[in-house]
């Protein structure tokens, strides 16, 4: 059988599939509108995707994404300093924000405990948080870690390590999402929403 996709456009192909969530198809999709769409508007997306790893980085206090160090949250006068939410990827910090919920500082791990995988406390942002706290005026640590085994051996693990300290740790609520139906829910997390019952 002949391969009749051009050189670049296998290229384009292979470099899109190793993106998370961008499969075969989706790829193909891409090409096809790439190949299709006004001149220009490729050339933005390279010069956007070379901005983006120019200007970005990670800010040296919570690890939050950034243009600015420190970050627009650390800097910020009106966030309460007593009060850090713990996230496993910054990008988290942005669902967070979108709420309107929260207005404490942030600190980000960049990932979770996962020994199978090779990755110790050694390898993420552990020691830089419990040097922030060490530093005084934190109150309450939220640890928003992901709902996973990981991300639980993960809290459990700085939970430990925090205890000494004599601070508030929390962990964000979870169980039945609006608008889902209590049959549909799996085990742990419908065990999880009746532990965390509270009065009407």
């Known amino acids: 059988m002949k391969e009749l996709r051009p050189p670049a456009v296998r290229e384009l192909l292979s470099h899109l599939e190793r993106l998370p969530g961008v499969g075969p198809r989706s790829a193909q999709r891409l090409v096809e509108h790439l190949l299709t769409c006004p001149p220009d508007e490729p050339a933005r997306l390279g010069e956007?995707?070379?901005s983006l790893r120019a200007r970005v980085r990670l800010c040296s206090t919570c690890f939050l994404l950034t243009e600015e160090d420190p970050c627009p949250?650390?800097?910020d006068p009106g966030r309460d300093p007593s009060i850090i939410l713990v996230v496993e990827s910054p990008t988290t910090a942005w669902s967070v924000e979108?709420?309107?919920?929260y207005s404490g500082l942030y600190h980000a791990l960049l990932g979770h405990l996962s020994p199978l995988h090779g990755v110790g406390p050694e390898d993420?942002?552990?020691d830089e948080l419990l040097r922030r706290v060490?530093?005084?005026?934190?109150r309450e640590v939220i640890l928003a870690t992901?709902?996973?085994?990981?991300?639980?051996?993960t809290a459990l693990y700085i939970a430990r390590r925090l205890e000494p300290l004599g601070l508030d740790i929390s962990r964000p609520a979870?169980?039945?999402?609006?608008?889902g139906e209590v049959g549909a829910v799996d085990q742990v997390t419908l065990a999880q929403a009746l532990q965390l019952r509270r009065r009407v």
Not at 134 to 138: A, D, E
Not at 146 to 153: C, I, K, M
Not at 174 to 179: C, F, L, N, T
């Open 48 to 50: 956007a995707l070379i």
């Open 146 to 153: 992901n709902p996973t085994v990981e991300g639980e051996t």
């Open 73 to 75: 949250v650390c800097s």
């Open 134 to 138: 060490q530093g005084g005026g934190v």
């Open 174 to 179: 979870s169980g039945i999402p609006v608008g």
């Open 124 to 126: 993420l942002k552990i």
């Open 98 to 101: 979108a709420t309107g919920e």
